[in-house]
């Protein structure tokens, strides 16, 4: 489909509409058309499908030569210490054509605070 993909990947929930809303959100990224971006999937570490190794093989099924993995977690516990640069170190050593990078999650993000406030801010005051 497209070189360069961008990999969501979230806890994963018990709770099917949890997984759901992250799928919703992939798409609203999805439709926002980045230029940087060609295509957008997501992917579980745990408790739903794809797991993460799915995730990205789907990517370079569809044709990514480079998948920017983005860790959908707010702090920087094992998850994203550990866990998750282990699955993307085992999937670059089966796959060394492919290139990809992990970003920061989103609880580091500079945007994340003002988003805070435009959210709070859109409430009606009681």
Request: proline fraction near 6%.
């Amino acid at each position: 489909m497209s070189p360069r993909h961008l990999l969501i990947v979230a806890h994963g929930s018990r709770r099917a509409a949890s997984n759901e809303e992250v799928r919703q959100l992939a798409e609203r990224v999805r439709e926002l058309r980045s230029p940087g971006i060609d295509h957008v999937e997501t992917a579980f570490l745990e408790l739903a499908e794809p797991d993460i190794s799915a995730g990205l093989a789907r990517c370079v099924a569809l044709g990514a030569r480079e998948i920017v993995l983005f860790p959908y977690f707010l702090a920087a516990g094992t998850h994203v210490v550990e866990d998750i640069p282990e699955v993307v170190a085992a999937f670059r050593a089966g796959h060394p054509h492919v290139a990809v990078r992990v970003t920061g999650h989103l609880g580091a993000s500079e945007v994340l605070p003002r988003a805070i406030l435009e959210v709070a801010a859109s409430l009606k005051a009681a």
